[in-house]
């Protein structure tokens, strides 16, 4: 598999006002065809990065959808060239492979759209010399990005792959997840705090039952720290409480841009979800499927809860290679 590295450097105005320079790693895999059809962007989930496929040689570190991205696996980099970006605020912004601009790096950093992401993916795929997207995915924050791609660009995108996402951020987000971690931001240990509401919502009880029982949790709060930033977990918390795409785009629009474009869309949630129901997403697919549209809605069961949409891939790696036909 081939792969490479780059860094979009921007001016960018954020929707909240702010003009300011920003520079965003990226990460590709596989090669680019001439015509650039064959481009694949994926996003990346809440605490992910750039570094979606492959295995750093210096320290063993695998791309956290490398089970799915690479040459013969479902987003076969034998056919596709896939890029993925960090968001603004990224997470992991300590480990010095993670270029991204933030509250880090930036006093006094703006707040961030999920529509502020969008734009300057939309900046690096004009800059790849990329007209269209062959297919827009990602799981969790990336499945908002994905979204946001097809209620702002779906000129510019053929397909949407949403992996335990929703149009909306959910009634848990906004009322228990978001206020909570505003307040153990306060605390005096707050990053390990922040990571360990993190950890308990992702994987729920049944999943943390299953992965520590055995193992010293604290211990592994302390290797997840090494490379997170407080100020970005706390920044990407608020952009993904306010999630709403509805909100730049009203739903009458979007179904017609669809129906214009002839967008073919996946969205798999996950039933033990503590981030996001199922019933909002189906709903919306109905919608969707009523309207005409090529939409293929999927429900799974995960041992790990939310974060079975990176950890357990195998649930809908099948579905995802079908979009990509």
Same mark, same amino acid.
Not at 106 to 115: M, R, S
Not at 270 to 288: N, W
């Given at each position: 598999?081939?792969?490479?590295?780059?860094?979009?450097?921007?001016?960018?105005?954020?929707?909240?006002?702010?003009?300011?320079?920003?520079?965003?790693?990226?990460?590709?895999? =596989?090669?680019?065809?001439?015509?650039?059809?064959? $481009? &694949?962007?994926?996003? *990346?989930?809440? !605490?992910? @990065?750039?570094?979606?496929?492959?295995?750093?040689?210096?320290?063993?570190?695998?791309?956290?959808?490398?089970?799915?991205?690479?040459?013969?696996?479902?987003?076969?980099?034998?056919?596709?060239?896939?890029?993925?970006?960090?968001?603004?605020?990224?997470?992991?912004?300590?480990?010095?492979?993670?270029?991204?601009?933030?509250?880090?790096?930036?006093?006094?950093?703006?707040?961030?759209?999920?529509?502020?992401?969008?734009?300057?993916?939309?900046?690096?795929?004009?800059?790849?010399?990329?007209?269209?997207?062959?297919?827009?995915?990602?799981?969790?924050?990336?499945?908002?990005?994905?979204?946001?791609?097809?209620?702002?660009?779906?000129?510019?995108?053929?397909?949407? =792959?949403?992996?335990?996402?929703?149009?909306?951020? $959910? &009634?848990?987000?906004? *009322?228990?997840? !978001?206020? @909570?971690?505003?307040?153990?931001?306060?605390?005096?240990?707050?990053?390990?705090?922040?990571?360990?509401?993190?950890?308990?919502?992702?994987?729920?009880?049944?999943?943390?039952?299953?992965?520590?029982?055995?193992?010293?949790?604290?211990?592994?709060?302390?290797?997840?720290?090494?490379?997170?930033?407080?100020?970005?977990?706390?920044?990407?918390?608020?952009?993904?409480?306010?999630?709403?795409?509805?909100?730049?785009?009203?739903?009458?629009?979007?179904?017609?841009?669809?129906?214009?474009?002839?967008?073919?869309?996946?969205?798999?949630?996950?039933?033990?979800?503590?981030?996001?129901?199922?019933?909002?997403?189906?709903?919306?697919?109905?919608?969707?499927?009523?309207? =005409?549209?090529?939409?293929?809605?999927?429900?799974?069961?995960?041992?790990?809860? *939310?974060?079975?949409?990176?950890?357990?891939?195998?649930?809908?790696?099948?579905?995802?290679?079908?979009?990509?036909?």
């Amino acid at each position: 598999m081939r792969t490479g590295q780059g860094v979009l450097r921007v001016l960018h105005t954020f929707e909240a006002g702010q003009t300011l320079p920003l520079e965003l790693g990226y990460e590709t895999y =596989g090669e680019l065809q001439p015509d650039g059809s064959n $481009a &694949v962007l994926v996003c *990346h989930y809440y !605490t992910g @990065t750039m570094h979606a496929a492959g295995t750093y040689p210096e320290d063993g570190l695998v791309g956290w959808w490398d089970n799915l991205i690479g040459d013969g696996k479902a987003i076969d980099t034998r056919k596709f060239f896939v890029v993925c970006m960090n968001a603004p605020a990224n997470v992991q912004v300590i480990d010095p492979r993670m270029v991204s601009s933030g509250p880090e790096s930036i006093p006094d950093f703006p707040e961030v759209d999920l529509k502020d992401i969008t734009r300057l993916q939309f900046e690096l795929m004009q800059q790849l010399g990329i007209q269209k997207w062959h297919a827009v995915m990602g799981p969790s924050y990336g499945a908002m990005q994905t979204l946001m791609w097809g209620a702002l660009y779906s000129g510019h995108v053929q397909r949407l =792959g949403v992996v335990a996402g929703a149009p909306q951020a $959910a &009634v848990a987000l906004k *009322h228990f997840f !978001t206020p @909570t971690l505003r307040h153990l931001g306060q605390t005096a240990d707050g990053l390990h705090e922040a990571l360990r509401l993190i950890t308990f919502c992702g994987m729920g009880s049944d999943g943390m039952e299953l992965q520590f029982q055995d193992q010293d949790f604290d211990a592994y709060l302390g290797s997840r720290r090494h490379f997170a930033s407080l100020k970005h977990i706390l920044s990407v918390g608020e952009t993904v409480s306010r999630h709403d795409i509805f909100r730049h785009c009203p739903l009458e629009q979007i179904t017609a841009n669809w129906q214009r474009a002839g967008l073919k869309i996946l969205s798999v949630n996950i039933l033990s979800d503590q981030f996001f129901p199922s019933q909002p997403m189906k709903d919306f697919a109905c919608q969707m499927q009523q309207s =005409g549209i090529a939409h293929t809605h999927m429900e799974i069961q995960c041992k790990l809860g *939310h974060l079975g949409c990176v950890f357990e891939t195998q649930l809908f790696e099948g579905a995802i290679q079908k979009l990509l036909e």
